[in-house]
């Protein structure tokens, strides 16, 4: 006896997976300008989609970034050109962060932070360039106690 299997066309995915190594830029003892990569890796994980999101906006996929162990995952809401993809993160204060500071209640719902994403062709086009930004702290703004921040990374992807 022989059984079908019934997948429907939104499970298919395709799935790429990248590898990364952090960019590190800085200046030398002697004044230059310096580019290199450090022995940090990275994985970047993406999963082709077509589908719809809650307001009903393009969802192109879904990544994953993981690095020094702590994994972001990522809504893709564009497709580059030329290849790569953008895509977004974001967190709100909710009842598990209240539970750790009882004074955060006031803030419940708020942004608390947003990391953004964007995987390019170089220039070359033998490699990506990764870059992500993450703005944090996002609930201390219009208060007395605004630390928000931003920090940006970049990495080379293949």
């Known amino acids: 006896m022989m059984l079908g299997v019934y997948f429907p066309a939104h499970a298919s995915a395709n799935v790429e ?3 990364c190594k952090k960019v590190l830029n800085f200046w030398n003892l002697q004044g230059e300008y ?5 022995d940090e890796t990275a994985s970047l994980i993406f999963n082709t989609t077509n589908e719809f999101d809650k307001w009903n906006s393009n969802k192109f996929g879904n990544a994953s970034f993981i690095f020094r162990g702590d994994k972001v995952d990522f809504h893709i809401n564009d497709r580059l050109p030329l290849g790569g993809f953008t895509g977004y993160s974001y967190s709100r204060i909710d009842q598990n962060d209240i539970s750790l500071n009882d004074k955060l209640k006031k803030y419940e719902g708020r942004l608390e932070k947003i990391t953004f994403l964007r995987l390019e062709v170089s220039l070359n086009n033998d490699y990506y360039e990764l870059f992500i ?3 944090s ?3 201390t703004l219009e208060t007395d106690r605004n630390r928000a921040t931003i920090f940006v ?3 080379t992807c293949n």
């Open 17 to 19: 997976n990248y590898t």
């Open 34 to 38: 310096r580019t290199t990569l450090s």
């Open 133 to 135: 930004s993450e703005t």
């Open 137 to 139: 702290n996002l609930d």
């Open 153 to 155: 990374n970049r990495f």
